[in-house]
């Protein structure tokens, strides 16, 4: 069968966030999913099927990262659409039946896959004991992202402080089901971006991801409310770094970006 890699909510290759896409005729073994997604050792691979003609989705969707499957991935769900479209000739909007629900992904005109997610529900909560020790920086507040994303967002003072992060990894993992996503407001929009941030995922083997879409889901809502705009961009700054440009709709968050094909080849092991 066909494997790929992609880089999703990249302009270029080697730029982005990678993902594995396989595309199969039905789900196997959970076991043979992880195996694959740990040598392919990508933040995440996304495994799909096509669904019969008729129901509330077109393809089943599922995500793993090396060590375990994840509830909601945006830059797997983008790199799975772009497959379909570049390789399987899908052109129109794509219905993925998810652990999260019907996700959308719709071409856009210039090229680019809008996706189409539930919007984190955001919660003001205490800053826990012992995680600016950990982070190695004082957050300004902490927010819980609910149970699709999973995360505490903690807005930092500025964007220096995001940049400068190196993080105690074994200690940020006590703080929350999969990591911790860090923020801070843009230091010049006039560079393209309205706010920037860095994720930090050690609990599912993800030391730093590169672009994280889920983690927009709550970053849409946190600066829209705090820049009085629905419609921002985002830099996550990883060393691989990716833009993602954010829409909030209500209850529903659009999330945009390109992605480029780097790698298509066989998957011997059966």
């Known amino acids: 069968m066909r494997i790929r890699i992609v880089d999703a909510f990249a302009e270029r290759p080697f730029a982005g966030n990678p993902a594995g896409v396989v595309l199969l005729d039905a789900f196997p073994d959970d076991q043979w999913m992880r195996h694959v997604a740990m040598e392919v050792n990508h933040a995440e691979t996304a495994f799909a099927h096509p669904l019969p003609p008729g129901g509330d989705a077109d393809w089943a969707l599922r995500w793993f990262t090396p060590v375990t499957e994840v509830a909601m991935c945006g830059h797997a769900t983008l790199a799975t659409a772009h497959v379909l479209r570049t390789a399987e000739g899908h052109a129109g909007p794509v219905r993925f039946a998810t652990r999260s629900g019907v996700l959308i992904a ?19 909560v205490e800053t826990p004991d012992g995680v600016a020790d950990a982070l190695g920086a004082e957050p ?47 230091e010049d929009p006039a560079k393209g971006y309205d706010y920037l941030s860095r994720c930090f995922f050690p609990n599912v083997g993800i030391d730093e991801d590169p672009v994280t879409g889920s983690a927009h889901t ?24 990716g833009f993602v440009r954010t829409a909030l709709r209500g209850d ?9 094909t780097v790698i298509d080849g066989e998957l011997l092991t059966p």
Do not use: C, M, N
Request: glycine share 10%; aromatic share 4%; no cysteine.
């Open 106 to 124: 719709t071409p856009t005109a210039d090229g680019a896959v809008t996706l189409d997610f539930p919007t984190a529900p955001l919660t003001r």
């Open 140 to 186: 300004v507040a902490a927010f819980d992202t609910g149970p699709h994303v999973g995360d505490l967002l903690l807005e930092l003072a500025d964007e220096k402080t995001v940049l400068g992060l190196s993080p105690d990894l074994r200690a940020l993992g006590a703080y929350s089901t999969r990591g911790i996503i860090t923020t801070a407001r843009a």
């Open 218 to 241: 709550a970053l849409a809502p946190h600066w829209s409310a705090r820049l009085g705009r629905p419609d921002l961009t985002g830099l996550q700054a990883s060393r691989r770094t």
């Open 252 to 260: 529903r968050t659009l999330l945009t970006g390109r992605a480029v």
